[in-house]
C-alpha cells in the first residue's frame, strides 16, 4: 500500500481496501469477501461500523442522519439514494437511523432532522439540516467537495 492510495471501507463486511491511484474503483471488489465496493446505495451505518467508513482515507463520506416517524426525511429518501448512485465511487453515501442510533447522533450533536454531514479525511467539513431537493443537495455537495479540509476539527 502507499501513501497515496485510496482506503475503501466494503459496504459489506467493513474490510478496508486499498485501491491505488488511476485503478478503476467502480468495478473493484472487496478482499475479503468479494463484494463490489461501489453499489450505487447508501449504506446503513451503525456505532460499531462508523470508524470503519468516517476514517477511511480518501474517500468523502456523506451521512443522513434520519428517522423512520420523520416526513421530511422520508421525503428526501429517494434523492438522497439517487444521488449516491450518480456520486459514486467519488463520495460514500450513508445513513444513520437517529433513534437506532443515538449514540452516533449525540456524538455529532444532531437537533434536527433531517442533518446531513460531509466527512473527508476524518473531518466533518460542511452539515446542513433540513430537506433538501436534488439541485439544492448537488450544489451542496459541490460546494463541500470544494471546501478547505484544514479549517475544520477531526472526528
Known amino acids: 500500500m502507499k501513501d497515496n492510495d485510496l482506503i475503501i471501507p466494503c459496504p459489506a463486511c467493513d474490510t478496508a481496501n486499498s485501491l491505488a491511484e488511476g485503478q478503476e474503483a467502480k468495478s473493484a ?5 468479494a463484494s463490489p465496493l461501489f453499489t450505487g446505495q447508501p449504506i446503513h ?4 461500523r462508523f470508524n470503519a467508513h468516517a476514517l477511511a482515507r480518501g474517500l468523502p463520506l456523506v451521512i443522513d442522519f434520519w428517522a423512520s416517524w420523520c416526513g421530511p426525511c422520508q ?5 438522497f439514494e439517487a444521488l449516491a448512485a450518480e456520486f459514486e465511487p467519488m463520495l460514500r453515501f450513508a445513513k444513520v437511523n437517529t433513534d437506532a442510533e443515538g449514540e452516533l447522533a449525540q456524538y455529532f450533536r444532531i437537533q434536527t432532522i433531517p ?3 460531509f466527512i473527508r479525511n476524518q473531518r466533518e467539513v460542511a452539515r446542513v439540516a433540513g430537506v433538501l431537493y436534488a439541485g439544492d443537495l448537488r450544489r451542496w455537495l459541490y460546494g463541500a467537495l470544494s471546501e478547505p479540509e484544514e479549517e475544520h476539527a477531526s472526528l
Open 29 to 33: 471488489q472487496c478482499t475479503a469477501c
Open 45 to 48: 451505518l451503525t456505532a460499531a
Open 75 to 79: 421525503t428526501m429518501a429517494p434523492i
Open 115 to 117: 442533518t446531513l454531514s
